[in-house]
């Protein structure tokens, strides 16, 4: 599905002070699975993410989704692969604070208004939130409600990837095991791109890919049948 | 609701709609001052089209035997286009009023040989009265410069009333009409100025025709005033939207910097819409949308207190003082769209660009 090609990026680039965030990196991703891609802060691991989701355009190199090269699409296709294709999960939940709980799920769902309230409303609830709570403000709901709202919101278009970004980084251990199961849940059908510096979390992912100063350092694919490496490089 | 609609954020979020809409309901004051300015134009309208209907000939006091003078009278009466009164040379001041600004004008005046004149000159201009008590050395004026003036029929009026009478005058007809001209009865056997109008011509078509008429003899044509009170008065116009500008500017900038809070506080938000591909055009619409949503809403507010205050003021005080204060201009309009258009569009254009590229990895 996705095809990373020597993709660089450098920060501030005509300046000196410039800071190199991914150096030459190259990866292949499955169509569907639990890829976590993990390393130290500053090594590059968001950067990838955002070039990955068309948030950032690389300094250099190719991404390759679907065999289309989504670096060079204009603006607008941009919006438009994220909207239709991406689902999005951040490290802080961003709900929009006057929304009520499915006005956020909502807020970017394509087509009926009403059937997203229903589709929206049966995520909720697979994710432990009831009907009552519906109707509540992100600040009537603890962290852990809130990311999961937030991964509801993700998924209401029914997206090919999801990319979460360190998304148990402020949740408790508990609220942090529901989440990583929601999207794990999610990876059986689709791809579920996982950054973070938590190994903990990434115990069942399908692949590892290990970031190091901006470069590949390591990539392991799991069995999902024994959980042996498979493979490393 | 769509959670995305501009009505729902405004909706769920009165009270910062509520301060918004005040920064732009004030705006709304321009159309009161422009009415304002409109009024005490517009007050002088009547006289500009009695003089429009009428041309005055008058005798050069250097034409020693009005000689050119009683030429022209000649050829007038001899022309089937035209009709006339004549009166006395002596000219006559109008009364000084005080406008809605509190400015003190002066209009016109016309004098007649006789009440017959005068009513001949009245049916053409439209202008219905009963003459009947009307004599020599009668003035006649209109209802509404009759209660500005604190004066009714039969008073006898002179310079402690105005500085600009010289001399005693009977006030022995009012006539309803919103004109402030004075209408004065004065024969003293003398002809030096003829009151020239037609059925045929009006306006500058009959003035030129009678300056036509009159060739190069040398006597004075009294053109419209309608010219005089604009130069008069666009000095009114000047300071007036010199005014507009002067409130747009800082309430554009009051009213940014309160939007500017609110959408700063908002920047989350809009970074989450980028990132989840709503769009830059569907966010700059959202933006576009709340303000004007904004802007509609103090502008029907506005209109409606608007409409209030102009009512209250006509009936409990301008009208009792023969003044009347218009409850829509062209000039109120005109400012109000300069101001609002000053006020909203850049802070649409600025904010929804500004909205439109929050970057949510920068967070």
New interface residues.
């Given amino acids: 599905m996705f095809k990373i090609d020597n993709v660089s990026m450098i920060y501030d680039l005509n300046s000196d002070e410039k800071s190199i965030a991914l150096n030459g990196f190259s990866l292949e991703l499955p169509d569907k699975g639990f890829v976590g891609i993990i390393g130290p802060s500053g090594s590059g691991k968001s950067t990838l993410m955002y070039i990955m989701s068309t948030l950032k355009t690389p300094t250099e190199g190719k991404v390759f989704y679907n065999g289309q090269d989504i670096t060079v699409l204009s603006e607008k296709e941009k919006e438009k692969l994220r909207r239709n294709e991406f689902g999005f999960v951040f490290q802080k939940h961003y709900l929009v604070p006057y929304m009520n709980t499915i006005e956020n799920v909502c807020v970017a769902g394509n087509g009926n208004y009403k059937e997203l309230v229903a589709k929206g409303g049966k995520y909720l609830n697979s994710f432990g939130i009831k009907d009552k709570e519906f109707k509540k403000k992100p600040s009537k709901l603890s962290g852990g409600q809130c990311q999961r709202v937030a991964i509801a919101r993700a998924m209401i278009n029914e997206p090919k990837v999801i990319f979460a970004d360190e998304p148990t980084a402020s949740l408790d251990h508990e609220n942090a095991f529901k989440v990583m199961n929601i999207l794990k849940e999610y990876a059986n059908e689709k791809l579920i791109v996982v950054v973070t510096h938590d190994r903990t979390i990434l115990e069942d992912a399908d692949m590892i890919v290990k970031i190091w100063d901006g470069k590949l350092s390591e990539v392991r694919k799991m069995d999902k049948e024994s959980r042996v490496e498979d493979e490393a490089i | 609701m ?3 609609s501009a009505l ?2 405004l909706k ?2 009165k009270n910062r709609t509520i301060i918004a809409t005040l920064m732009i309901f004030i705006s709304m004051s321009i159309i009161v001052i422009g009415n304002y300015v409109a009024s005490v134009v517009g007050t002088f309208e009547k006289d500009a089209t009695y003089s429009d209907n009428l041309v005055v000939i008058n005798m050069q006091t250097t034409d020693e035997n009005y000689k050119d003078f009683k030429s022209v009278l000649s050829d007038v009466k001899k022309d089937k286009n035209l009709s006339y009164v004549t009166s006395s040379p002596r000219g006559f001041s109008s009364l000084k009023r005080n406008t809605l600004l509190n400015i003190t004008v002066g209009d016109a005046s016309y004098a007649f040989k006789n009440r017959y004149d005068m009513k001949k000159v009245f049916d053409h201009l439209g202008i219905e009265a009963d003459l009947s008590d009307v004599k020599n050395g009668s003035i006649v004026i209109s209802e509404n410069l009759a209660k500005l003036k604190g004066i009714k029929k039969g008073d006898v009026i002179d310079k402690s009333l105005d500085d600009n009478l010289e001399e005693e005058h009977s006030v022995d007809a009012i006539i309803k009409d919103d004109c402030y001209f004075a209408f004065y009865v004065y024969d003293n056997g003398d002809t030096g100025r003829i009151f020239v109008y037609s059925e045929k011509y009006e306006g500058k078509e009959l003035y030129d025709y009678v300056a036509n008429l009159v060739g190069d003899r040398d006597v004075l044509i009294s053109s419209s005033i309608r010219e005089s009170i604009k130069r008069n008065f666009n000095v009114f116009y000047y300071i007036f939207y010199g005014v507009v500008i002067l409130v747009a500017i800082v309430l554009a900038i009051t009213t940014g910097s309160v939007l500017t809070g609110h959408y700063l506080k908002r920047r ?2 809009f ?3 980028n ?6 055009k569907a966010i700059k619409k959202k933006v576009a949308g709340e303000i004007l949503i904004m802007d509609g809403i103090a502008f029907i507010a506005g209109c409606v207190c608007v409409l209030m205050f102009t009512f209250l003021a006509n009936e409990l005080v301008y009208k009792q003082q023969g003044m009347y204060l218009g409850y829509i201009s062209k000039t109120g309009i005109l400012g109000f769209i300069l101001c609002n258009a000053l006020i909203v569009l850049p802070n649409i254009y600025f904010k929804g660009r500004k909205m439109s590229r929050v ?3 920068q ?1």
Avoid: R
């Fill in positions: 769509k959670p995305f729902n954020y769920k979020n989350y938000e970074g989450i819409y990132a989840l591909g709503l769009g830059k970057d949510v990895t967070f």
